[in-house]
């Protein structure tokens, strides 16, 4: 079954300081994979995709960039982290299918102080 | 560009009630999917029900349903007999499908759902 592993849970950052959010999943190959952020009781906003290695689309400008170097690993960064960068970041995937169900990962809540 | 918007960010029924959530989509893609996803207190995000846009029959997962205007570009949740259980943020989801495949999967603002004994 697929599975997603994000990390950490939780992340409390200084202001100016670099950020590096992980991803990696199980049991499947060649996923789509998905950076969202989630502010306090708000939507989904998709940051990044990425269809395959190397291949990343951005939606939103933003503080941050990601980097697929491997099938099944997906990294969130920033070189300088704001205070809106705070907020609830979530990892998915799906098969590549469109039909099939998105796996997420549990989160990650970030307070940047 | 695909958008999803819920225009109802929150809303209340009393248990055993029928409530239906709204939701609408901008593409010019033919080809894609719909999606309903919950996610309750615990943030885990937990899939309601799918629908297909070729497929003009709306989905039914017991006791939610969709109500599939394609031409409106519509595509709404109707949960009857709810359940305390019920209670959550709802978001509506949307995935093209490009000559390459599946491609971005995008989510709507959402809508708090609370069901009150």
């Known amino acids: 079954s697929q599975t997603i592993h994000q990390w950490p849970a939780t992340l409390v950052q200084p202001v100016g300081s670099p950020l590096s959010l992980e991803c990696t999943v199980e049991g499947t190959s060649n996923p789509n994979l998905y950076w969202y952020r989630q502010a306090a009781g708000r939507g989904l906003q998709l940051l990044f995709y990425s269809v395959g290695i190397g291949q990343i689309s951005s939606e939103v400008p933003q503080n941050l960039s990601a980097s697929r170097p491997q099938d099944r690993q997906f990294i969130l960064s920033s070189k300088k982290l704001l205070l809106s960068d705070s907020g609830f970041y979530l990892c998915?995937?799906?098969?590549?299918?469109?039909?099939?169900?998105?796996?997420f990962g549990q989160g990650t809540r970030l307070t940047v102080v | 560009a695909q958008t999803v918007t819920q225009s109802q960010p929150e809303m209340s029924v009393q248990e055993a009630e029928t409530v239906t959530l709204s939701c609408t989509y901008d593409?010019?893609?033919?080809?894609?999917?719909l999606f309903w996803y919950k996610q309750p207190p615990s943030r885990q995000m937990i899939l309601v029900i799918r629908q297909e846009a070729y497929k003009q029959q709306n989905a039914t997962e017991n006791r939610f349903s969709v109500n599939f205007q394609k031409a409106a570009k519509s595509f709404s949740l109707k949960i009857s007999d709810s359940q305390l259980g019920d209670t959550a943020m709802y978001f509506c989801a949307f995935i093209g499908v490009s000559s390459q495949g599946a491609q971005k999967l995008v989510f709507g603002q959402g809508t708090r759902l609370t069901i009150n004994p």
């Open positions: 593409t010019s893609e033919n080809n894609y999917y």
């Open positions: 998915a995937l799906n098969s590549g299918v469109a039909n099939t169900e998105a796996f």
